[in-house]
């Protein structure tokens, strides 16, 4: 899942999708950013107007590790003397334990967009020291160009498209996400840290589901909700196999399946030599 997320593979998120169900997507939707989608399958895959700013409504609920904190285009109202009259952006209630670590176990994957997956631009950028997280999105047609991403302290959704609503011949990686990047190389920012709490970080088998050792080949290490993290199988790594001289010497193929050394037979007698009767 981690993958397919990091990678952009839409094959394996339309199937979770339909496990999880259209409609529950569309309902959690509307609860973290009062957006109203259709529901069908296709809001799966993003297929549904929205501006960016209620794109950034939805992420700020991962940026801030599960707090659902209403985005404002003023924050405050003061008089000629910079008495504050009203402010808006009052202090949000603490996130859920649950959403919390449903926020942060996203989190991680968003940052294996940058690192390895659809987005890894940024790494060349000199952004990989902010460990942020994101994800690039295109429109079918190549209409719309999308990245919205975040890091420790910041949060910033870009569109890219033209009021034609014609194609613009820009992935999200190539359009949206090189305005991201311009304006984080110039914004200063504190790196993402996401929160460990509620979750159990396990090296995982590189095939197979298995949690292992941390010296296995090609493990990694991966976040699990804490009491649900796979079952533990000690690494074991496959004997190299001798070479053709010992293989020889021990019985060669013979030792492969547990049959005896087969003992060379005597040269045969010279016919001259043959003993006589």
């Known amino acids: ?17 339909m496990q999880v169900g259209p409609e529950r997507l569309t309902q959690l939707i509307h609860v973290l950013a009062g957006l109203k989608a259709d529901s069908n399958p296709s809001v799966i895959l993003g297929a549904t107007d929205q501006s960016p700013y209620g794109m950034a409504q939805l992420y700020q609920f991962l940026a801030s590790g599960g707090e659902i904190q209403p985005l404002h285009a003023v924050r405050g109202v003061v008089d000629a003397q910079g008495k504050l009259l009203k402010r808006y952006d009052k202090s949000p209630a603490p996130a859920q334990e649950g959403d919390s670590i449903a926020a942060n176990l996203i989190s991680v994957g968003l940052q294996q967009v940058v690192s390895s997956g659809t987005a890894a631009g940024l790494n060349a950028d000199g952004l990989g020291r902010l460990h942020p997280a994101g994800k690039t999105g295109t429109s079918n047609d190549g209409r719309d160009s999308w990245y919205a991403g975040y890091t420790g302290d910041h949060l910033a959704v870009i569109w890219m498209g033209n009021d034609q609503n014609e194609q613009t ?59 649900f993290a796979p079952q533990y199988v000690p690494c074991t790594v496959p004997e190299a196999a001798p070479p053709a ?16 050394r087969k003992e060379p037979e005597p040269a045969s007698t010279p016919a001259s030599e043959t003993p006589a009767r």
């Open 245 to 260: 001289e010992e293989q020889a010497q021990s019985g060669g193929w013979r030792s492969w399946f547990g049959l005896d």
């Open 169 to 227: 011949g820009l992935y999200g990686a190539s359009g949206a996400m090189r305005v991201w990047s311009g304006i984080f190389r110039n914004l200063p920012s504190a790196a993402l840290r996401v929160s460990n709490k509620g979750l159990d970080w396990q090296y995982v088998q590189a095939e197979g589901s298995n949690a292992t050792d941390e010296g296995c080949p090609g493990a990694r290490r991966l976040p699990f909700v804490a009491g």
């Open 1 to 17: 899942m981690i993958d397919a997320l990091a990678r952009s593979y839409n094959q394996a998120t339309v199937r979770i999708g």
